[in-house]
């Protein structure tokens, strides 16, 4: 997995591997794997569906994307400061899913507001394989 951010004129990029597992519960598909970073461990779930991707994340802080390119989504970011709204504008969402394998890839670009300001840009490439 790879993420780029940009925030204020900075740029970021991370890029791991972690050992996860593929799930189809319910006619939809689920990749978790436990992010291993600044030595945390941070649950994390991309849901993979026809038209939507969502993307939760359990640590310090509490966030539950939903990337939708035909219309932006508004989501609640959970900090040891309390709940902010965001509104996610997803620009491209590109994702080839073999669940037989499985296997796949998705590339997802957006931009996160709050607060009726621009928080950031964000890229995230993710490739899976059994």
Do not use: C
């Not at 780029?4 to 689920?30: A, C, S």
């Not at 990749?31 to 291993?36: G, I, K, Q, S």
């Not at 966030?63 to 709940?83: A, C, K, M, S």
């Amino acid at each position: 997995m790879k993420t780029t951010m940009e925030q204020d004129g900075q740029q970021e990029t991370f890029q791991f591997e972690e050992d996860g597992e593929f799930i189809v519960l319910n006619n939809k598909y689920y990749l978790r794997y436990l992010e291993h970073q600044n030595g945390q461990a941070t649950p994390v779930q991309f849901r993979l569906d026809d038209e939507e991707v969502h993307i939760r994340r359990q640590g310090t802080t509490e966030t539950w994307l939903v990337f939708d390119q035909e219309q932006p989504t508004i989501t609640r970011y959970r900090t040891e400061y309390g709940v902010m709204q965001l509104r996610v504008v997803t620009s491209q969402l590109d994702k080839d899913l073999d669940p037989v394998t499985p296997a796949g890839r998705l590339s997802l670009h957006y931009r996160l507001q709050g607060g009726g300001q621009e928080i950031g840009s964000y890229q995230i490439e993710l490739h899976f394989a059994a």
